[in-house]
């Protein structure tokens, strides 16, 4: 459940499953106020949570954003708080996202954690010497159906293919191009 006071990357992974016409409801149920702003040609979707105790330490840079275009859905979720970016994380590998061995979820200041057809980019940035940490979901739209050798060309993870074909139907390789 989403709620004004706490909020972690499992419930972003909950929101890829609502459909879009329904996030807006969802998010302003569940104690977050609504704004908009434009991204190129696409409307930015903002929500950020209601304050309900001013006495409590409140994060000022908690909010989720939302867009989605063609391919894509987007749901970029910011705060400050560093216990909440490394709940996300754990959060992430538990529901069994894959990323780079070679980097170290903890330390790294940014790094791909990928699951069928959704990828989540999580980044620690400095803002004016703070800390903003983010999670940055990509859920793409898997295709209706293949038809030429092209089509594959969109396909750019294994973790995507495995979304469509299916995990026994796939295998890890390297392709040249």
Do not use: W
């Not at 709940?87 to 903890?106: A, E, M, N, Q």
């Not at 999580?122 to 159906?145: G, H, M, N, V």
């Amino acid at each position: 459940m989403v709620c004004g006071q706490s909020y972690s990357a499992r419930d972003l992974l909950s929101l890829s499953n609502l459909p879009s016409n329904g996030i807006s409801y969802y998010m302003l149920k569940n104690g977050f106020l609504q704004d908009h702003n434009f991204k190129d040609d696409t409307i930015q979707l903002r929500f950020i949570p209601v304050v309900k105790n001013k006495r409590k330490h409140y994060s000022t840079l908690k909010s989720l954003e939302f867009y989605q275009n063609s391919h894509s859905r987007y749901f970029i979720y910011h705060t400050d708080v560093l216990d909440e970016y490394s709940d996300g994380v754990k959060r992430l590998l538990k529901s069994g996202f894959i990323y780079d061995k070679k980097k170290d979820p903890t330390k790294d200041s940014s790094i791909l954690f990928q699951k069928k057809n959704l990828s989540v980019q999580a980044t620690i940035t400095l803002k004016d010497t703070i800390p903003e940490y983010s999670f940055e979901l990509r859920q793409r739209k898997i295709p209706d159906s293949i038809v030429y050798a092209e089509d594959l060309l969109q396909f750019d993870s294994n973790e995507f293919l495995v979304s469509y074909f299916g995990e026994e139907n796939t295998t890890k390789d390297l392709y040249y191009f």
